[in-house]
């Protein structure tokens, strides 16, 4: 019912920047709350922030605070990253989430590959 695409990620040196952004579709639509979330080889899927659709509430893992910036456009049911200061441990698959109705995050997006240089 619910369709996430992700884009707008690449490689680029540290203490750049990349706009991840997640266009949502589908036959019925719902909104609650969306995430990203990123996940490095290896490594588990670890989140890294989230929004209201509503109140516009976010949240975020403390190692992004301050870099990072969740945001969302209704008219569009876009969802963005804003991700400022990248680091090489900011390195992984990057991947949008839906919970249009606080059952959890059930729909996934593709993912984007972010990769920071040194």
């Known amino acids: 019912q619910v369709q996430l695409v992700e884009s707008g990620g690449g490689l680029v040196q540290a203490g750049g920047s990349l706009r991840l952004s997640c266009a949502a579709s589908?036959?019925?639509?719902?909104?609650?709350?969306s995430g990203w979330f990123r996940q490095a080889p290896g490594k588990e899927r670890e989140f890294v922030a989230d929004?209201?659709?509503?109140?516009?509430?976010?949240s975020y893992r403390d190692s992004v605070k301050g870099r990072f910036t969740i945001s969302r456009d209704n008219a569009k049911s876009t969802v963005y990253l804003q991700m400022n200061s990248l680091k090489p441990e900011d390195t992984a698959v990057y991947y949008c989430?839906?919970?249009?109705?606080?059952?959890?995050?059930?729909?996934w997006g593709q993912g984007t590959q972010v990769t920071v240089s040194s």
């Open positions: 989430a839906a919970d249009p109705m606080s059952l959890g995050y059930n729909y």
């Open positions: 929004i209201r659709w509503t109140s516009g509430k976010t």
């Open positions: 589908g036959r019925t639509f719902s909104n609650y709350r």
